[in-house]
């Protein structure tokens, strides 16, 4: 297995260079993160960038899914996260 961000599932080069330049360098640093505070890193270093597609391919990633098989629950829920370490 690689520890290489560009190999999550819906992560480009263009997204893994974002979160590398967040501060995220691999994919067990992602993990340890989580969807919601890699998004918040991101969105803060690169606000125009982190649109809520990201957050979505981040946590669909992680479950090793299509972010588009994510269901309108698990959006909220990933909404609610965000909201409460605002």
């Not at 993990?31 to 969105?43: S, T």
């Amino acid at each position: 297995m690689t520890d290489r961000l560009e190999d999550v599932r819906n992560l480009g080069p263009k997204s893994a260079w974002v979160l590398r330049e967040a501060g995220i360098e691999k994919q067990t640093a992602l993990r340890d993160l989580g969807a919601v505070e890699a998004y918040r890193r991101v969105r803060f270093q690169f606000p125009r960038y982190a649109s809520l597609n990201l957050l979505w391919a981040l946590e669909a990633g992680l479950r090793g899914m299509d972010w588009r098989d994510l269901t309108g629950e698990d959006k909220a829920a990933l909404l609610r996260e965000l909201e409460e370490k605002a």
